[in-house]
């Protein structure tokens, strides 16, 4: 399509949220380890632990990724490399979508989905990632400073 140069810039028509997305990711490892059965010592947090591939792991070496949502559950989930490499690589790995958090009347649905890169459908997106962003040949690179720090 041609571009309509006397578009106006995009502005949000939500609130901002009342809570962070670790707040969420948080509020949903609680619910996991409610309907788990479990506690901190039995379902340890690992998000702090990039690369891992996985949120939480059990005192059984099983590994869980979670995928939080305020509101209805979907039906495409994205996972990163590390998840999918822990995912093919580790028999017990689960995918928990966690929806349906938000608001007073909140009413959470958890789902476990046992070994998801075997039993889900990959689909391609568009996307491409592009590597050597820095070592660029031909780019230009505008280095600014405050002010202050210039004279």
């Keep these: 399509p041609k571009p309509d140069r006397a578009g106006k810039p995009p502005r949000s028509s939500t609130p901002a949220p009342s809570f962070t997305a670790l707040d969420k990711e948080t509020v949903g490892l609680e619910i996991v380890r409610m309907v788990l059965g479990g506690d901190d010592q039995q379902i340890v947090d690992l998000r702090a632990q990039h690369g891992v591939g996985a949120d939480a792991i059990d005192e059984l070496d099983r590994f869980f990724e979670l995928k939080v949502y305020l509101n209805d559950e979907p039906d495409v989930i994205r996972l990163e490399e590390s998840q999918i490499r822990r995912a093919l690589a580790t028999p017990d790995f ?51 400073v405050p002010e202050e720090d210039a004279e």
């Design 94 to 144: 689960f995918l928990v979508v966690v929806s349906g958090i938000e608001g007073t009347n909140a009413r959470p649905k958890v789902r476990v989905i046992v070994d998801p890169v075997h039993q889900l459908r990959m689909t391609e997106t568009s996307a491409v990632s592009f590597t050597g962003v820095r070592s660029a040949q031909h780019s230009l690179m505008y280095d600014l």
